[in-house]
């Protein structure tokens, strides 16, 4: 399973529709400063499910519909499509290439499809989440982040592989328990 392409249409710095394509192996977006490069990360992550504005760096939801510049107006929405190459089976769905598409309109809806289907976020979630795709599976770093993971102590580094893996949480409420 690899991710194949990416388009983002009215998605942040990206007004008009722009695809990306991935071959298997690491990429790198590279860029000049606020040229857009975690915007691509953020349109990842959102596609996937993501419901934390703080997450996308903004703060409110709608703050990833294309805003506007001085020479474009605003636009009512923003719509991001990822498709992933599925030849391994991977995800639990009878293609061998499969399409998620997340799309948000600056007047409140929101909708969800996977392969041009119209689901609901729970499809996206099930679909992904044994992948090792999707909520709390992925591990994205952030910009800044990885200076504090190689200079964490042993105890830090443990929380962030724990985060990682979605044991913190655990933790903190056995925590919260056995304080009772
Ligand atoms: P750096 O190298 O500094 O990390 P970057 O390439 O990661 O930069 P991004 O943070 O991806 O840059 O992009 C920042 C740009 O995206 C800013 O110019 C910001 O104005 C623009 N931007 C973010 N949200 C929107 C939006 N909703 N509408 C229009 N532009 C937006
Ligand atoms: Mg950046």
Redesign the pocket.
């Known amino acids: 399973m690899h991710l194949k392409t990416l388009t983002v249409r009215g998605f942040?710095?990206f007004a008009s529709a722009t695809t990306f394509q991935f071959e298997p192996g690491v990429t790198a977006v590279v860029?000049?400063?606020?040229?857009?490069?975690?915007?691509?990360v953020?349109a990842l992550a959102w596609v996937m499910g993501e419901q934390g504005a703080k997450t996308l760096?903004?703060g409110k939801m709608e703050?990833?519909?294309?805003?506007?510049?001085s020479g474009r107006p605003p636009l009512g929405r923003a719509q991001v499509s990822l498709t992933i190459d599925n030849t391994d089976g991977a995800l639990p769905i009878e293609y061998t290439e499969v399409t998620i598409s997340r799309t948000l309109f600056r007047s409140g809806g929101s909708e969800y499809a996977i392969n041009g289907a119209t689901c609901r976020l729970l499809d996206i979630q099930e679909l992904l989440s044994d992948s090792g795709l999707g909520r709390q599976m992925h591990v994205i770093v952030g910009?800044g982040q990885l200076d504090a993971v190689l200079h964490a102590t042993g105890e830090e580094r443990r929380g962030f592989i724990e985060e990682a893996a979605g044991i913190l949480k655990h933790r903190r409420r056995k925590e919260k328990t056995v304080r009772k």
């Open positions: 942040k710095s860029g000049p400063n606020g040229s857009g490069k975690s915007n691509v953020d760096r903004g703050d990833v519909i294309f805003a506007g510049t910009q």
